[in-house]
């Protein structure tokens, strides 16, 4: 059974950066697409960011340029690395995993799932 763990949320000030960091743990065919989702509050979650098994990465569009998605060498460890901070960042962020070999964006195809770290961003 895979598990996530994200940690690395807190408070900034806008235009500030956080990285985000999320443990994984289980078999590694199962968590081959790694990705970052938020959700704020009265909304529903949305996808951010995510990294297939061969590297390849895509962003929606309202983080490109500003938010990087990376993991270690030993796919244990996923990390958003997130630059110039809006306030409209402000949301609950969860890690997922899923056994996709590709890449994709829709939250169905992550079999897996961290409880969140919130970000705060203030103006």
């Known amino acids: 059974q895979v598990q996530l763990e994200e940690s690395g949320g807190g408070l900034v000030q806008a235009g500030g950066s956080l990285r985000l960091s999320c443990a994984a743990s289980g078999p590694i065919a199962e968590r081959r697409l790694l990705g970052w989702f938020r959700q704020a509050p009265g909304k529903e979650r949305e996808f951010q960011a995510a990294m297939a098994w061969s590297g390849v990465t895509t962003y929606a569009d309202s983080v490109k340029g500003r938010f990087t998605i990376s993991r270690d060498n030993g796919m244990n460890t996923v990390y958003l690395q997130m630059n110039s901070l809006k306030p409209e960042d402000t949301a609950v962020y969860y890690c997922?995993?899923?056994?996709?070999?590709?890449?994709?964006?829709?939250?169905?195809?992550?079999?897996?799932w961290g409880r969140g770290t919130q970000v705060t961003v203030s103006s």
């Open positions: 997922a995993a899923g056994r996709s070999l590709g890449i994709t964006t829709s939250q169905g195809n992550y079999d897996y």
